[in-house]
DNA sequence: GATGAATGAGCATTCATTCAT
DNA sequence: AATGAATGAATGCTCATTCAT
């Protein structure tokens, strides 16, 4: 094999145990008998078991920005806008579809749970969707938003902006201060129009 | 001590440390020592480790429900639904803002990994939250985006939409004959409306 | 309840206990859950768990020793040597077949393995056991033991005589320039006679 | 050091501290000082703490059964069927005499109990030795049994006997419609002749 | 006497990492 | 470079015992 390769070999293959288990649940010895070689040989090609992930999220964020992102072919000058968002969107969709490992890695759920908890999370993350969906079924039988929605696509949207925001000014000291109420004026502002009918008030 | 506010009292401590180390890097020793209180204490209220979490989230989720999102003063008959659901996102932003620890452990950013690894994790995201972010001021400048737009939390709404839409999509084995193009089109058809200029195509 | 019974009750539970799991095994809690007694009822009656122990062995001991082995009215004066002996065995054997897990305890059995370890142990047992049963089978087809020896319970009085003596002989560190020949001939001159038929030489 | 050199030594360090102290008192940390390895070694080698002692009892009934009890040169056409009685049993006290350890393992003394526990133990069986001696040594003065019987021998190897047969038929739920008068009567046919003069009725 | 919450010494086991071959 | 036996710090958990009420 030549020298590379086997580096390529092991990340592969760590990949994959990483995606399914999570980052604490995976062992080093995992990964060797999934790889094939002996425990020293995965410290001639990583510094640790951290350097193992690591690499692995550098792997896989520089593909993201070479192939799926940043790919310079979307031109303003041809496209609209609004064709623009449209291709931007399809594109991050198409890098993680592709792969579902580097997927599950990069959206935490591997990182590391055991099993039950994460089937817990799961179940609460669920209730959340349904109440959101039951929103806005309600919004479609008052006449307020299309009925040809995908409510569950909606809601999960939804709930994956609010997270996002929450994690970005709450789960950190900074922005203590904050208004609230505009915050959630904005957000309501983005989200609004592409959900409610313009009759909506 | 009265009974009750003892286990209330270790799950408070373990709630701090859960949130600030994460799951596998919080030890039964820093809570121990946190609380105050004997090894053997711990086991008395709680069946092990994973017991003292999943009492954590079931409680907080609880919370959620009955205080925050649930609170049944919202009546459509005398708001409007943009007001309702201004309403619903206001609250939501403020069970997180109340407590910054639950709020870290809901998101999975406590969830667990060394330092080091999570520091890496927050560089890649406000890398892809800057790309979104020059997309957006790049459509400020061509006068598609109103001049207004708080373009980074935009970012980060969309961002967080699209890795939630990821997640639920793709990380999972179902759904693998999905019509990616008809996705994108629906996630821009909700994101586009609130982000461009009626007047952008 | 009155005081005494109390603590009778307590032994008969733990008496219960150590029979069926041993001594190591039977936790404290096990004790006064099926006693139905508080944690600390138990160290009002005994010093510790050896304490409880001892306490069975001790109450169990005096039992036998009235009851069963020394009970007066074996006359020689009345009975013959051999009804003397019989009577004694049958003695012995109606006290341990009266408490089974009195018996459990005296015989070591419950005295503490765990589950997996005890099955391996007796599955030795039965091996030994067969090894000797097969060659009394043997002694009786070649015509030198009577066709009516109970085989498998002359084998388990030999193995078990066997035993007894290589414990008090060899498991102490006295007795260490024993003849072995000379022992092994007064154990087969005892053995013998009860076993072949006169004719065997 | 060789390989499997190692694992043997470990199990001979743990043979004898199991044996001197029991399985529940001897500590993994007894083993590996006594051993001289480190900590995970051991489990390099053996599953658990059981698997080590398993692997002791199956090393050693193995041995048995090779090397002393059915080592092939007892020929029934050439020794009478009491020399080969004779024979099976100075081979069995041979190898229990061999290797005190094992026989300590073996005959379950070491199978544990904390130190006083046991020497209350011995001290009964010392006081039901006692008994069946004086028993003996009455038939002595009686006329019904030999003068020169080892009396304190015939005693362990009665006791040893009666308490293997309590063991296989009343330890265990099977068996609970026993004839006790019938199984006494066959005891005492095997054990009487060995013990009484003829002269004795 | 009775209670049971609290205690903490003690234990088996894990697993990332090293290093002599 | 490759190996894998050896390492030992670290960790979750148990359970007999205590003691304030």
């Given at each position: 094999m030549e020298p590379g390769q086997r580096k390529e070999m092991i990340l592969e293959k760590a990949k994959k145990l990483f995606a399914a288990q999570g980052y604490y649940q995976t062992q080093i010895s995992d990964i060797i008998r999934e790889a094939g070689v002996a425990r020293g040989?995965?410290?001639?090609?990583?510094?640790?078991?951290?350097?193992?992930?690591?690499s692995l999220l550098e792997k896989y964020y520089g593909k993201w920005e070479k192939d799926a992102y940043l790919a310079g072919d979307l031109?303003?000058?041809?496209?609209?806008?609004?064709?623009?968002?449209?291709?931007?969107?399809?594109?991050?969709?198409?890098?993680?579809?592709?792969?579902?490992?580097?997927?599950?890695?990069?959206?935490?759920?591997?990182?590391?749970?055991?099993?039950?908890?994460?089937?817990?999370?799961?179940?609460?993350?669920?209730?959340?969707?349904?109440?959101?969906?039951?929103?806005?079924?309600?919004?479609?039988?008052?006449?307020?938003?299309?009925?040809?929605?995908?409510?569950?696509?909606?809601?999960?949207?939804?709930?994956?902006?609010?997270?996002?925001i929450a994690y970005l000014y709450f789960a950190t000291d900074e922005n203590a201060d904050l208004d609230l109420d505009l915050l959630a004026r904005k957000i309501s502002a983005i989200l609004g129009p592409g959900i409610f009918l313009p009759s909506a008030k």
């Open positions: 040989t995965i410290y001639q090609y990583f510094k640790n078991k951290e350097d193992v992930f690591i031109d303003l000058a041809t496209i609209s806008p609004r064709e623009y968002l449209f291709h931007r969107i399809r594109r991050t969709l198409s890098f993680f579809a592709d792969d579902q490992d580097v997927c599950r890695i990069y959206l935490r759920m591997g990182l590391g749970l055991p099993g039950e908890l994460e089937a817990i999370i799961r179940r609460f993350e669920k209730k959340i969707e349904d109440i959101i969906v039951n929103d806005l079924r309600l919004g479609v039988r008052n006449g307020h938003i299309p009925e040809d929605l995908d409510v569950t696509l909606t809601a999960n949207l939804m709930g994956g902006a609010l997270l996002r």
